[in-house]
């Protein structure tokens, strides 16, 4: 049917849970139809708003199109979108930012209520009524499992050639009857190349040719660069150290351009034979894959540019060999990412000097993304690593600051922060050893006299008996760099 007619289908107050994970593989036709739908009902002052639970963040057609008329009620549990973050720091849309891992579990659980109806993208149908997943799995299995009722888009811009590429586990229990997953490396296969679908539940199919909306890439920048240097000399480091085998440890790699610098980095080294656990396959882990530096790559869903997406598609049955897509309760399995030993290497917006990380919420309240698999990695990681320029704004804001506005990492769960000043290695230190490194190595020069002197004072404060000396800190002032910030524009006095 059409996409006007399958958005009927979905009412005022109605749980949709999407595909889409980093603008792949989300339904491209039926959100903008019922964005128009919502548009018109409230026109005529009726109130239509929907709860869009998906695998992580999607694309305009679908955040952007249905924030704009404020048709979202609840959003999860990753989004990425100008429109709905306005919307959700302006208070007019909830949002509940979930590690990724959790979603089908809450989900099954039943703690976010049922699940109506959902909107899932594939590649195709087989006779039997089999699916071919499209370029991300995301929550997709869930989705199909558990909603009431199923629309599928069948998009024929997606290549057919992404049959056999993915890995579909059909094993998860919920507890007492868990059993373990099977995964053992990277390649292990342990599931279905299909998804399944009970025919009775599918209300409808639309069928699309609309390509997915690749991600610019842009080259890094001269900081990225220079992170990249620092993690490529610490992962060098630790090989000669005997911690790491000289093909590594399989690697997770956030999005964004510092990830690729560390990628393309990685590639031009001497490294042959990498595997890769992850849950965003970019572009320079395709490179990687054309060289031959990675051998095998996991992950839940592509993010490749339109340069990136036409090498894929020139080569995909190279690829095909060499990469598997599974659902992200699986690519994200804090069981599998311990029992591999992952690398885990993810952006941040902050970190404090004892290494409380934070990646989510601007000066403490406006949220930008979300925590997405950050968490589900670098809690259970070999080695985690963190990773910002030292500053932003143009200095006016520094990434390292003497308390985090919002913390999403514990320094339990962060080993290791990078920015272009150096690297800090933060694994078997104590609080007052850790901000030592880092605002040596890490802090940017303009701000490091000022950490310096907080951290002094703060250690004073502590030594004349009137606070502790395991985390020293001046509590009425911790926060101040930010509230300066807010009222100034610049987080030091000018
Ligand atoms: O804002 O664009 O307005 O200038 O934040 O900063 O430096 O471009 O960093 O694109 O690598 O994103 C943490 C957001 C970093 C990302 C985060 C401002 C800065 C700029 C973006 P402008 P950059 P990146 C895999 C794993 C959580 C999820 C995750 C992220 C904008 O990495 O979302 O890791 N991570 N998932 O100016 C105020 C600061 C700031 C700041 C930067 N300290 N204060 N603003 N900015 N630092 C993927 C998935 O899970 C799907």
């Known amino acids: 049917m059409s996409a006007e007619q399958a958005a009927a289908l979905i009412q005022h107050g109605d749980h949709v849970g999407m595909s889409g994970f980093t603008s792949s593989g989300y339904p491209k036709a039926v959100p903008p139809a019922l964005a128009r739908r919502i548009e018109a009902a409230n026109q005529h002052g009726n109130v239509f708003r929907i709860g869009v639970w998906t695998g992580a963040s999607t694309a305009p057609e679908l955040d952007g199109a249905l924030a704009k008329v404020g048709g979202i009620?609840?959003?999860?549990?990753?989004?990425?979108?100008?429109?709905?973050?306005?919307?959700?720091?302006?208070?007019?849309?909830?949002?509940?930012?979930?590690?990724?891992?959790?979603?089908?579990?809450?989900?099954?659980?039943?703690?976010?209520?049922?699940?109506?109806?959902?909107?899932?993208?594939?590649?195709?149908?087989?006779?039997?009524?089999?699916?071919?997943?499209?370029?991300?799995?995301?929550?997709?299995?869930?989705?199909?499992?558990?909603?009431?009722?199923?629309?599928?888009?069948?998009?024929?811009?997606?290549?057919?050639?992404?049959?056999?590429?993915?890995?579909?586990?059909?094993?998860?229990?919920?507890?007492?009857?868990?059993?373990?997953?099977?995964?053992?490396?990277?390649?292990?296969?342990?599931?279905?190349?299909?998804?399944?679908?009970?025919?009775?539940?599918?209300?409808?199919?639309?069928?699309?040719?609309?390509?997915?909306?690749?991600?610019?890439?842009?080259?890094?920048?001269?900081?990225?660069?220079?992170?990249?240097?620092?993690?490529?000399?610490?992962?060098?480091?630790?090989i000669t150290r005997g911690r790491l085998p000289r093909e590594l440890l399989p690697i997770q790699s956030g999005v964004g351009n510092t990830a690729n610098a560390v990628l393309s980095g990685l590639d031009k080294g001497k490294y042959k034979g990498l595997t890769a656990y992850t849950e965003v396959l970019q572009d320079g882990m395709l490179e990687m894959l054309k060289s031959g530096t990675l051998a095998f790559a996991s992950s839940t869903a592509l993010s490749l540019s339109d340069e990136g997406m036409r090498e894929f598609l020139d080569n995909i049955d190279y690829y095909r060999e060499r990469i598997l897509l599974r659902p992200q309760e699986i690519s994200n399995h804090p069981e599998v990412i311990r029992r591999l030993g992952v690398i885990s290497m993810n952006g941040m917006i902050e970190a404090d000097m004892y290494g409380n990380v934070n990646s989510t919420h601007l000066m403490g309240t406006r949220i930008m993304n979300g925590i997405g698999g950050s968490g589900d990695f670098a809690r259970?990681?070999?080695?985690?690593?963190?990773?910002?320029?030292?500053?932003?704004?143009?200095?006016?804001?520094?990434?390292?600051?003497?308390?985090?506005?919002?913390?999403?990492?514990?320094?339990?769960?962060?080993?290791?922060?990078?920015?272009?000043?150096?690297?800090?290695?933060?694994?078997?230190?104590?609080?007052?050893?850790?901000?030592?490194?880092?605002?040596?190595?890490?802090?940017?020069?303009?701000?490091?006299?000022?950490?310096?002197?907080?951290?002094?004072?703060?250690?004073?404060?502590?030594?004349?008996?009137?606070?502790?000396?395991?985390?020293?800190?001046?509590l009425r002032e911790a926060l101040s760099w930010h509230e300066r910030y807010e009222e100034t524009g610049h987080m030091l006095p000018q």
Request: contains cysteine; aromatic residues 6%.
């Open 380 to 474: 259970n990681a070999y080695l985690s690593i963190f990773m910002t320029a030292s500053t932003a704004k143009n200095g006016a804001i520094s990434c390292i600051v003497p308390m985090a506005s919002h913390v999403d990492h514990t320094e339990h769960d962060v080993q290791v922060v990078v920015t272009e000043q150096g690297l800090a290695d933060l694994r078997g230190l104590a609080p007052r050893q850790r901000s030592k490194v880092i605002i040596e190595r890490c802090a940017h020069p303009s701000y490091r006299a000022a950490l310096q002197d907080y951290e002094d004072r703060a250690q004073a404060l502590a030594r004349s008996g009137r606070a502790g000396l395991h985390t020293p800190h001046l």
């Open 73 to 238: 009620e609840l959003r999860l549990p990753y989004q990425s979108d100008p429109t709905c973050r306005t919307r959700i720091n302006a208070g007019e849309m909830e949002y509940i930012d979930i590690h990724l891992s959790h979603v089908s579990q809450f989900v099954w659980f039943g703690f976010l209520g049922k699940l109506n109806v959902a909107l899932v993208e594939v590649a195709g149908v087989l006779e039997d009524g089999r699916l071919i997943a499209a370029s991300s799995l995301g929550n997709n299995k869930t989705w199909l499992d558990l909603a009431d009722k199923v629309i599928l888009e069948v998009n024929s811009a997606h290549a057919l050639g992404l049959e056999g590429m993915h890995d579909i586990y059909y094993g998860t229990a919920l507890p007492p009857n868990r059993r373990p997953i099977p995964v053992l490396h990277p390649s292990t296969r342990i599931g279905d190349a299909y998804l399944h679908v009970d025919p009775a539940k599918v209300v409808a199919i639309v069928e699309t040719n609309i390509p997915d909306r690749n991600p610019k890439f842009t080259p890094p920048d001269a900081a990225s660069e220079r992170i990249a240097e620092h993690i490529l000399d610490f992962l060098e480091h630790e």
